[in-house]
């Protein structure tokens, strides 16, 4: 079934509207869930982008889950970096 | 009691070990839960906060609830900005 997978937008540098169009196009093809993930500095934008896609444009759609979490990431060195992470899940009514 | 006050750390642009300072300050200090607050940019930077206190400091501190919603900012010239914000609620197990 097309629900039972995970819908994802992964939110990076460009213009929060890319991403914006990208949840709501997902939102309209007929998912009930959309995840919202970013890494680092563009957690801010991850929340800009779920909070502009509920208020502006898909009303019905609700914060159903944020989840904080930290990745340990490889560095070019080989060393390890602690990155954190944010998973924002916005669900149709 | 004590316990019924709320105990607040807002993160701003400083680094983020005095926020995780902050933090640990308040909860070594009898809180069971302490709230990292931010507004935009700095949003990143509560989650690293939340996420460092959690790993490294408090280690029997967990991500109880996280909250994104937009607060309306006036600006300068009298108009209206829209701002994400952020509220990571750890608590003491």
Redesign the interface.
């Known amino acids: 079934m097309a629900e039972q997978q995970e819908n994802v937008v992964y939110v990076g540098n460009k213009p929060p509207m890319n991403y914006v169009l990208a949840a709501i196009t997902q939102l309209n093809s007929g998912a009930q869930q959309v995840a919202i993930k970013a890494r680092?500095?563009?957690?801010?934008r991850a929340?800009?982008v779920?909070?502009i896609v509920r208020?502006r444009f898909v009303p019905d759609a609700q914060?159903k889950d944020?989840?904080?979490?930290?990745e340990e990431l490889q560095n070019e060195e080989g060393g390890k970096v602690?990155v954190?992470?944010?998973e924002?899940y916005l669900a149709r009514q």
């Open positions: 680092g500095r563009a957690i801010s929340v800009d779920a909070e208020r914060i944020v989840k904080i979490f930290t602690n954190s992470c944010i924002i």
